[in-house]
């Protein structure tokens, strides 16, 4: 009577087994932020956003004919102590990344805070939206 309730059993609990499933997932994306004027750890690398050059992107709550864009400088200084400065056009578009080695790629991804009808953005409010990718 054990062996058939013992059966009976495994049977009933394979029935319900299944395989692993086989949905693909997507890895998530690490976004960081990078404020002006002070240095963002990423992996052994940092990141400064050193000046916005340029904000032209059309204010919320305003009608505009273009998009407009905004032009930063940064400064990325790699795990060797190498210093290199970009400027970089934002401009709503994927651009490509601003630094590549060792795996690692660091791309910008937005300017915030955006700008709006009737107000002026303080220098020290600005911050990069950085994807960082290794």
């Not at 102590?81 to 934002?90: A, E, L, N, R, S």
């Amino acid at each position: 009577m054990k062996t058939y309730f013992t059966l009976i059993c495994l049977l009933l609990f394979s029935a319900f087994a299944k395989a692993q499933d086989t949905t693909k997932v997507e890895v998530p994306k690490i976004y960081v932020k990078a404020y002006q004027g002070a240095a963002t750890p990423i992996n052994h690398t940092s990141l400064r956003l050193v000046q916005v050059l340029q904000d032209s992107r059309c204010p919320k709550g305003a009608d505009c004919i273009w998009a407009g864009n905004a032009k930063v400088e940064v400064e990325i200084i790699n795990e060797k102590g190498d210093k290199i400065t970009k400027q970089v056009t934002i401009n709503g578009l994927q651009a490509p990344a601003v630094y590549t080695e060792d795996g690692l790629e660091i791309y910008i991804r937005g300017l915030a805070p955006y700008p709006t009808t009737g107000s002026k953005i303080n220098p020290s409010d600005y911050y990069l939206r950085v994807e960082v990718k290794n």
